[in-house]
């Protein structure tokens, strides 16, 4: 039995059999993406992803500059986030390298833009991030992981994160305020909360 994970690397090709497609409907737009396994929830939108796109603010066709998938997957959020902000530029990044190729197919069309996450440029500020966090990956790992990317966020930007309660959803709200930034619950849904995070100040891009 393979012991790969959707955070591993270079998945084994034993794990990912046939394609499948997983269809949802976010901001009044129906998607229809293809995926596989070895990916993070290949075989449905995964519950947290639905409630953060149905409770957080999601983007218009006013909003520019660079926004951010952090842990993509096959790219849900970034299709969504391409789909109603185009004026803005999609970023979306994993170092799974199946879930980047899922993610290029589904969003490349889109003109999202796929990496993994040293190949995206320094230089890169975003306005908004997005991310259903990797719990499972641990405590230590997922905060260097979200020590790494927050801090990219430009004056005024802001984070939208999913967090499961039984994962530990309220004990990272804590450390992200221990950390400086400011951090309101603004959603709570089916055991999940959605965090709004903005840097010290806390003037929120929307």
Not at 50 to 56: E, F, I, S
Not at 62 to 75: E, F, K, M, Q, R
Not at 130 to 141: A, I
Not at 194 to 200: E, I, N
Request: net charge neutral; aromatic share 8%; with cysteine.
């Amino acid at each position: 039995m393979t012991g790969d994970h959707y955070f591993t690397a270079e998945p084994d090709a034993a794990t990912a059999g046939a394609e499948r497609t997983v269809e949802f409907t976010a901001g009044g737009q129906d998607f229809r993406l293809r995926a596989a396994g070895g990916v993070f929830s290949a075989d449905r939108l995964d519950p947290g992803t639905a409630v953060l796109l149905r409770k957080a603010l999601l983007p218009d066709r006013s909003v520019t500059g660079a926004l951010l998938d952090l842990g993509c997957g096959y790219g849900p959020i970034a299709c969504v986030l391409a789909t109603l902000a185009p004026a803005a530029t999609v970023y979306a990044i994993d170092v799974n390298a199946r879930a980047r190729a899922l993610a290029a197919a589904n969003g490349g069309p889109l003109g999202v833009r796929v990496s993994a996450p040293e190949e995206v440029d320094d230089s890169v500020e975003f306005a908004q991030i997005w991310s259903n966090p990797p719990f499972r990956v641990g405590k230590t790992e997922l905060h260097a992981l979200l020590g790494r990317w927050l801090p990219r966020l430009r004056p005024g930007g802001v984070a939208w994160l999913v967090a499961g309660r039984h994962l530990g959803g309220d004990s990272l709200h804590r450390w992200l305020e221990d950390e400086g930034w400011q951090v309101t619950r603004h959603a709570s849904q089916k055991g999940f909360r959605v965090l709004r995070v903005a840097g010290p100040g806390g003037i929120d891009a929307t």
